[in-house]
């Protein structure tokens, strides 16, 4: 089965700060041809600054929008019990599953019993995916944690982003059958795919999924000295608008190619204009026209 592509969708902002649904749609409809579904309410879409009013409007603008396409929804938070309303509403929505997010803010105490009930409760609700992001959650969870959550009922698979692949085989040797592997780094995307992913959910995706695409496609003939140098710029303006630049860099670099964008939320500020240069010359360097 050819590799899935998901776009972990950007929140739009308008010149009000506001969030601009008409720009999701917007960018739903353009990304739409060339990936396989969306991640709504993802770290690329700031879900950590929206209102539970905003979070809902995302979601049904993205369903209303993406046809046949998979919709996840990421719903976790800090509470279990904010993370299954939110789940329960995703899934009236149609979301085709939930993603949840490691809560974090008490470490510490978070491991073991604790977090396998929180995914257990997510589990009962919809299909459910543990997403593993420690750069920005602080929480690294090892093999064995993984396997044990991977256990629980309702929890078929995970995004992670961490881009560890010795992580990935480990986990790959002893979960259960049939259990999801999504790689959350685009520059990682053909390694993973090499160790058994099912594909990716990267913030590349919202960027140049075409080109992507096309990477995965080489690799799948067994062209791989192709896939690879098609991999090469890819990889650099994945590593400039996740690890280097973060959300601004993604926002700004989405804006410049004529996607709905805005600039991220505050305290977050846009970059600076040597960023936007680095930016600038790595779409440069993948051929893609740029927005004037």
């Known amino acids: 089965m050819p590799a899935e592509i998901l776009a972990p969708l950007i929140s739009p902002r308008d010149a009000k700060g506001r969030l601009d649904l008409d720009g999701l749609a917007a960018n739903v409809a353009r990304l739409g041809p060339d990936v396989d579904g969306f991640l709504v309410l993802g770290s690329s879409g700031e879900y950590v600054y929206l209102s539970e009013r905003e979070r809902m409007d995302a979601v049904r603008t993205v369903m209303e929008g993406a046809g046949d396409r998979t919709v996840f929804v990421q719903v976790g938070s800090e509470t279990t019990e904010s993370s299954a309303a939110l789940a329960h509403e995703a899934m009236q929505y149609g979301a085709t599953g939930l993603l949840a997010v490691t809560p974090h803010y008490y470490t510490p105490q978070l491991k073991g019993p604790a977090l396998q009930a929180y ?14 992001i420690p750069s920005y959650t602080g929480m690294t969870l090892d093999v064995r944690e993984i396997l044990d959550i991977a256990a629980i009922p309702g929890v078929v698979g995970m995004k992670d982003s961490t881009g ?20 959350g780094s685009g520059g990682a995307l053909l390694a993973a795919m090499a160790h058994g992913a099912v594909g990716t959910i990267a913030a590349l995706a919202n960027l140049v999924p075409a080109q992507m695409r096309q990477a995965v496609s080489l690799f799948e003939r067994g062209r791989m000295a192709e896939a690879a140098e098609a991999q090469r710029p890819l990889a650099r303006l994945n590593a400039l608008v996740t690890r280097r630049y973060g959300i601004p860099g993604l926002k ?31 779409i440069a360097d993948l051929r893609v026209p740029a927005a004037g």
């Open 164 to 183: 560890n692949l010795a992580l990935l085989t480990e986990i790959l040797a002893s979960c259960p059958a049939g259990f999801r592997y999504y790689v």
């Open 119 to 132: 995914y257990r409760t997510i589990g009962a609700i919809g299909p459910t995916y543990l997403y593993h």
């Open 252 to 282: 700004y670099a989405a804006g410049r190619l004529g996607f709905a964008a805005g600039e991220p939320v505050p305290p977050l500020q846009p970059v600076t204009s040597a960023a936007a240069a680095e930016i600038d010359a790595a």
